[in-house]
């Protein structure tokens, strides 16, 4: 599995990114993925978790109703739909996946790609 994420960049307050997690190794539909966050001077957290067909998903409360985690197996891809974005949501966004679950838990992903920069001006 090797996961390459894409489309950060730099927009206001209140507006919208769609961030990608593309796998260009073996095909990991049947793997539970996730996004995570780390902002300046912070830990690593949890941001959206879905499992491998895309029927369960989780959040963390600080993006629930904002965030939608999404994929699209046939592509090989999962998305992250981030909608009225706030200054709190700059980071850089990881995906991560794993073979067991839509874990809310950093350290049960096996596989992490690089992260994709987002940055919300106030």
């Known amino acids: 599995v090797q996961l390459q994420a894409s489309g950060g960049g730099l927009v206001q307050a209140g507006g919208s990114l769609r961030l990608s997690c593309a796998n260009s190794g073996r095909t990991f539909s049947s793997y539970p993925a996730g996004w995570f966050r780390q902002g300046p001077g912070k830990e690593r957290e949890f941001v959206a978790a879905?499992?491998?067909?895309?029927?369960?998903?989780n959040y963390a409360d600080s993006v629930k109703g904002r965030f939608t985690i999404s994929r699209d197996n046939a592509k090989n891809t999962v998305y992250l739909q981030m909608n009225s974005l706030k200054p709190e949501d700059t980071a850089v966004y990881y995906c991560a996946a794993n073979r067991f679950a839509a874990s809310v838990i950093t350290r049960e992903y096996d596989y992490w790609g690089q992260g994709t920069q987002v940055t919300v001006s106030s």
């Open positions: 879905i499992n491998w067909n895309g029927g369960t998903t």
